[in-house]
Every structure is written in C-alpha cells, then in structure tokens.
C-alpha cells in the first residue's frame, strides 16, 4: 500500500490539538524536554516522562535511540547506544507511551530518525502513534519535499503533526515552506553543531533567532541545540515561545542514583 493512502483499519483519528492551546493559552516561556526512550534503563521510559510532566514540563520529545545519528553529539549518541544494548524498540517504546494514557497531559512528541519508521512500515508506524498517543513527529533526516509527496496525507489523515527544523543556514524562502508545511510548531536549531554543545545562546544565536521571529511565520517557535539551564533556556525564549533541553537532561540523569527523582529536579531547576 502506498504511504499516501489511509488504510481501512486506521485508528480513529484522535484530537492532537493539546499543541494549539499549550502555545495560545501560556504566556510563559515553554519548556520541552527530549528523553531518549530506554535510557538509563529500559523499565524507566514510561516513569521518567511521568516525572517530568509533573515536575512543570509543557511538552516531551521521546526520542527513539537509533545506531547512526546524523545531528547527535555524543552524549545523546552514548544514551542510544546503552538503549539499544539494553533491548530498546519501537514496540516496547510504543507499549511505554500507551500505559501513560490518562495519567499525564502534556504532548507528546516522537523524535528519531527515517529509516526505523521504513522498516516498521509507515503506514503501520503512523497508526501505532495515533494509538499509543503521540500527537506529532519530528524526523531530522526527513526532507519536507519527500514529505509533501509521499506522507503528508497518510499524517493529514491520522490529524498527527509533522515538525521540521531550520537552522542558521536555512535560506528564508526554505524557511517559509517548511512553515507552510510544518504544524504545531518550528523547530529552531541554534546553531550549525551537533547536539550538546554547552556555549549557549551569544550575540550571533540572539540575531538569527531574531531575524526568524521577525519572519512573523505562522507556526510559534522554540531553540534547540546548546540549550542546558536556565539562563540559556531565558536567552533563546527572548525572541521565540521556548526551548527543548536534551543533552544537558540525559547527562543529568545519567549521573544519578535514581533518575526518576533526578528528572524531577532538572526540570524544577530551569523553571
């Protein structure tokens, strides 16, 4: 069957819409946290995205570890490799997400790569996200021309948000199709690096996320990349809605005796 077609035995289509009201309804800076799905340990997927929804979390990128990361410093890479050794998979990942139905309420949002939503099949992948609960999808290596041609309906008609990523390289008019194509939001890299670089947000990020704010797109905006406390999360929420924190999270509670409580404190320490 073709990607583009919806199958006779897709899930429902689910309201995915807790994204539009998170950014029109608060006023504050958001905060989304990316965990890599069966790190520390496989058993802790399902309570570490509990802990940190209610530790003041507004959204969750899970991210299914992958074995050849294109954008992943090594801090993420080395939590993806443990995962995997572990006996990390997308069907226990999807089994994780689906037990927190009902006890949390904050979006979630799956982030990895193509090639394991290939071999998974997409239009089996897309429903298990539909029925797992998952509201929207970030796949760096997807390009949105690909997208647009062969997945845009099979993800149009199980109502699940695709989120894409400029960085300082992107030219505006890319930056404005991306735009037209992504929904729930915009996903700013803050510079040309892999993940976890600790520099933060100087005056050369401070300037491009101001020169894309003043795009006036019509999805909101939040930073990835480099951002690891508070002070970092402060600077890149001056010209955009937010920031996502990954690398600094992982190395936090992977340090810690018990990461749960761990996870807890990381987020209570940005807000």
């Known amino acids: 069957m073709n990607a583009t077609q919806s199958s006779s035995s897709t899930p429902a ?12 309804q608060k ?12 790190y520390p340990r496989v058993d802790l997927t399902a309570p570490l995205i509990e802990a940190i929804a209610a530790a003041g979390a507004d959204l969750i990128e899970v991210g299914m570890p992958y074995s050849d990361p294109l954008a992943d410093g090594p801090v993420i890479q080395r939590a993806g490799a443990q995962a995997l050794a572990q006996g990390m998979s997308l069907e226990q990942l999807f089994a994780d997400v689906r037990s927190l139905k009902g006890r949390i309420d904050v979006p979630l949002i799956w982030m990895g790569y193509f090639n394991p939503l290939l071999q998974f099949g997409p239009e089996r992948f897309l429903d298990a996200c539909v029925d797992s609960g998952f509201e929207g999808l970030i796949i760096p290596d997807l390009p949105p021309e690909v997208y647009s ?6 993800f149009e008609a199980r109502d699940l948000s695709i989120i894409f990523l400029v960085t300082p390289q992107t030219p ?6 991306i735009d037209e194509l992504s929904n729930g939001f915009v996903y700013l890299v803050a510079s040309a690096s892999i993940t ?11 300037n491009y996320l101001r020169r894309v704010a003043d795009m006036n797109l019509r999805n909101p905006l939040l930073v990835g990349f480099g951002i690891h406390d508070r002070e970092s999360f402060e600077a890149a929420s001056r010209h955009t809605r937010g920031a996502i924190i990954g690398s600094a ?7 810690a005796e018990d990461p749960v409580q761990a996870a807890a404190n990381f987020v209570r320490s940005i807000r």
């Open 249 to 255: 999270f992982l190395k936090h509670i992977g340090a």
């Open 196 to 206: 976890g670089r600790q520099s933060g947000i100087g005056k050369q990020e401070d």
């Open 172 to 177: 505006e008019s890319r930056i404005r199709r």
């Open 13 to 24: 289509r689910v309201s995915t819409k807790r994204l539009e009201p998170l950014f029109a």
């Open 149 to 154: 041609r062969q997945y845009q309906k099979a």
């Open 27 to 38: 006023k504050e800076p958001l905060l989304s946290i990316y965990i890599c799905a069966g």
